[in-house]
């Protein structure tokens, strides 16, 4: 954790624009994490659509059940 508290004791020392160029850059990142795991759920989707395991229902009963059982 200390480390951590390093790295905001540093963030909060820099220039306005300094702050500004690192939320940027942590935007871009976090953006691209997000992009990463969305593919890699489309992927697993896919790859259970051809096994033939893909889970599908317009009950939202049927979903609810579902999604206790994970």
Same mark, same amino acid.
């Given at each position: *954790?200390?480390?951590?508290?390093?790295?905001?004791?540093?963030?909060? +020392?820099?220039? !306005?624009?300094? *702050?500004?160029?690192?939320?940027?850059?942590? +935007?871009?990142?976090?953006?691209?994490?997000?992009?990463?795991?969305? !593919?890699?759920?489309?992927?697993?989707?896919?790859?259970?659509?051809?096994?033939?395991?893909?889970?599908?229902?317009?009950?939202?009963?049927?979903?609810?059940?579902? !999604?206790?059982? !994970?």
């Amino acid at each position: *954790m200390q480390r951590f508290i390093d790295i905001v004791e540093t963030v909060t +020392s820099l220039s !306005l624009e300094e *702050m500004e160029e690192v939320q940027d850059i942590i +935007s871009k990142v976090l953006l691209e994490k997000r992009r990463s795991a969305f !593919l890699k759920n489309h992927q697993k989707a896919l790859q259970d659509a051809e096994a033939g395991t893909l889970f599908s229902s317009d009950s939202p009963n049927e979903i609810t059940g579902w !999604l206790k059982e !994970l």
